[in-house]
């Protein structure tokens, strides 16, 4: 019954994975798939630990996975898929006892397979991971400079819509999925990126599909990414909460019950939408080891806070300054990283505000004024932010004829999304003295205002 001539065998005892359970008969109730760039998943929900094994099998090329003293119930349904590595989807039973499943493959692949333990609202899941028997990752992006050394590069935005596949994230009252939203969110956010001068974005995923916490920051390192920005939509026990935040790493502790709250929401991502259990290599703990990185961790405060008030003209925000946790996915040693939760979407008023086009857009213009605002007044070296610093840096020095006593050596008109601090530091002065110079109190710039810049 177990026999196929030449085949490639893979045997899974899972009664040594699942130490302590037995394994016994088992229903398989349902069957979900999902298709990534670099993997297509396939996803059972079983009653519990199951007995299986999988077969590749060439001429033509299929999968096929035979579960032992397991049954297919009634009303299970196989998805018409197409995408990805499948052609479609067999299943039936195999023998007196026994389920099987066949997989009919574009080309070859090569499998991984793993049981998930019930965690959050999933029970048991058996999950097949099927990637290209060829090699086809991607190549890492590359930068306008390494096409033309002789133009400015781009400045790359790493955008990380938040959970995706058997990972929903939270859930509005009106049924609204986190991760629909935040990917919505970040194809917009990529959209305005893209459209402006000396930018471009690269999203870590452009569909429904599960992406490891981990993958999330090493998706930005391989684009030589300067910043990452990880989308989320927030949730509370209560309905009442609301208002944007915006979030940068604390590998100490969190900044108050509901953060602690939330970063252990959001760590959980991998519980939920699996991970391959024989990965060994801890590189999570390597990383925190190298978090002696400082400069990253102060560029990531800089750019949250300018994100902060740049989302404060869509309103009210959770908190008036900018929240840390020990979030996973903002752990890169070397990427300045900042994770915005756009809205609280557990509060009806405000899931309905996500899930309006124009809204999300207003949301994409806000970051990027906020984003834009950090890169003029922190030009990384290379980019067209740092030529356009240092063609303005020679109109603030003090004319030679002007009299010794004069503070006032040049005027400057603010463009959209710049603040006091921004102008401030890109001049080389204090903010102190930004101000004093034009008899202001305030923060609020307006584009189109002249400013005095004062010679220092």
Avoid at 13 to 26: F, K, P, R
Avoid at 29 to 49: H, M, N, Q, Y
Avoid at 107 to 114: A, L, M, Q, T, Y
Avoid at 391 to 416: E, I, M, N, Q, T
């Amino acid at each position: 019954m177990w026999g196929f001539g030449r085949h490639c065998l893979l045997v899974f005892g899972l009664a040594a994975l699942m130490a302590g359970q037995d394994v016994g008969a088992a229903e398989i109730k349902s069957l979900r798939i999902w298709a990534g760039p670099e993997s297509t998943r396939a996803v059972f929900d079983v009653s519990g630990p199951v007995d299986y094994k999988l077969i590749e099998l060439n001429k033509p090329d299929r999968l096929v996975l035979d579960l032992r003293t397991s049954r297919i119930e009634a009303g299970f349904e196989v998805p018409s898929f197409t995408q990805g590595l499948l052609k479609g989807v067999r299943a039936g039973r195999q023998g007196k006892n026994d389920a099987r499943v066949v997989f009919d493959l574009a080309d070859g692949v090569r499998p991984k397979s793993f049981l998930l333990a019930p965690a959050d609202k999933f029970g048991y899941r058996l999950v097949i991971d099927l990637y290209p028997a060829r090699n086809t990752k991607p190549e890492p992006v590359k930068s306008v400079a390494d096409i033309d050394k002789g133009k400015p590069r781009k400045v790359i935005v790493a955008i990380d819509a938040g959970h995706g596949g058997d990972d929903p994230g939270a859930t509005g009252a009106s049924g609204t999925h986190e991760k629909n939203i935040t990917l919505a969110v970040a194809r917009e956010l990529k959209k305005v990126i893209d459209a402006a001068p000396g930018m471009s974005a690269v999203l870590t995923r452009d569909g429904d599909y599960f992406i490891p916490l981990e993958q999330r920051y090493l998706k930005a390192r391989e684009a030589k990414a300067d910043l990452f920005i990880s989308v989320h939509a927030d949730a509370f026990t209560n309905s009442d909460a609301r208002g944007s935040s915006v979030w940068v790493l604390s590998p100490r502790g969190a900044t108050s019950e509901a953060a602690r709250w939330l970063a252990d929401r959001e760590n959980r991502a991998d519980l939920v939408g699996g991970i391959s259990l024989d990965d060994k290599d801890d590189t999570l703990a390597k990383v925190l080891l190298d978090l002696s990185q400082g400069a990253t961790m102060g560029a990531s405060n800089a750019v949250a806070e300018n994100v902060l008030k740049a989302l404060r003209k869509l309103g009210p925000t959770h908190r008036s300054y900018v929240e840390r946790a020990n979030f996973v996915v903002l752990r890169s040693p070397d990427v300045p990283s900042i994770l915005v939760e756009t809205a609280f979407i557990t509060n009806p008023s405000e899931e309905a505000r996500l899930t309006d086009p124009r809204h999300r857009e207003k949301l994409a213009d806000a970051i990027l004024d906020g984003v834009r605002g950090y890169f003029r007044a922190t030009p990384p070296p290379g980019t067209l932010f740092a030529q356009e610093n240092a063609r303005a840096k020679p109109a603030v020095k003090p004319v030679a004829a002007a009299p010794a006593s004069s503070k006032k050596a040049a005027r400057y008109v603010v463009r959209r999304g710049e603040t006091l601090r921004t102008i401030a530091h890109a001049h080389g002065i204090s903010v102190a003295q930004l101000r004093d110079a034009n008899e202001r109190t305030g923060e609020r710039l307006r584009a189109g205002e002249v400013l005095e810049i004062p010679s220092g």
